[in-house]
């Protein structure tokens, strides 16, 4: 049976909504890198980033990775499908809530564009950290790569870490309008909850993103020897 528009945005929302708690958590253990390179413990086995691959390596972890590979397919799947939809309907106007600003608008009018560009990197970083840390240790084989070593030699050109940029600020624009736009979707839309959703969308998003940046930059700077750890 064919699942109705609203269904399916329904689904968009809640896997999107889904993969943005998988961030927070990502974020905040690649955060731990961070406060590694200011205490001085960057690549130590007691340090706080080495405990956040450890926790990641948890069986009860492992096996969360059909799930959100599942979460990613969905997501993506649906928003080719929605944007297929929409322009079948209604031309190039996709679909919009009233009374947006400017930067919405544009955020609403290229979250396809966005999320390409978001899926493009995405396959990059997926080859360089995930396949060569959690892959592994998913097919039960024996886990062999030290994380801050790979951060550091992945961030070493400058050439990556600007595209990384680049990810991030299309990954904020995509992530921003479609935290307020999923809750909407899910009928908490009215005028107070609206603004509410937006300030909290702005919010997470930005976190997320700045020390997604700061992770990327710090790993510049410590492998090329600009900043010690």
């Not at 479609?178 to 997470?204: D, E, Y």
Request: proline share 2%; with cysteine.
């Amino acid at each position: 049976m064919a699942l109705s528009s609203i269904t399916k945005k329904l689904i968009m929302s809640i896997s999107g909504l889904f993969l943005i708690v998988f961030l927070l958590l990502h974020m905040t253990i690649n955060f731990f890198s961070v406060i590694d390179t200011f205490k001085g413990t960057y690549g130590a086995a007691d340090g706080l980033f080495q405990a956040g691959c450890d926790f990641m390596a948890l069986p009860i972890i492992t096996i969360m990775v059909p799930v959100l590979a599942a979460g990613f397919v969905v997501h993506i799947v649906y928003a080719f499908v929605l944007n297929c939809m929409n322009y079948k309907a209604r031309g190039t106007q996709r679909y919009a809530v009233p009374n947006k600003a400017q930067t919405d608008d544009w955020a609403s009018k290229n979250m396809l564009v966005l999320g390409i560009i978001v899926l493009g990197v995405l396959g990059f970083h997926l080859t360089h950290f995930w396949a060569k840390m959690q892959l592994p240790m998913f097919l039960g084989q024996e886990y062999t790569h030290d994380g801050a070593a790979l951060l550091k030699a992945t961030f070493k050109p400058l050439w990556v870490v600007i595209v990384y940029i680049v990810w991030f600020v299309a990954l904020w624009l995509h992530m921003n309008h479609g935290f307020w736009s999923a809750f909407h979707t899910l009928g908490l839309n009215n005028n107070i909850w609206m603004c509410r959703w937006k300030v909290a969308g702005i919010v997470v998003s930005s976190i997320i993103v700045l020390v997604f940046i700061a992770v990327a930059v710090k790993g510049y700077l410590v492998a090329n020897g600009i900043c010690c750890c």
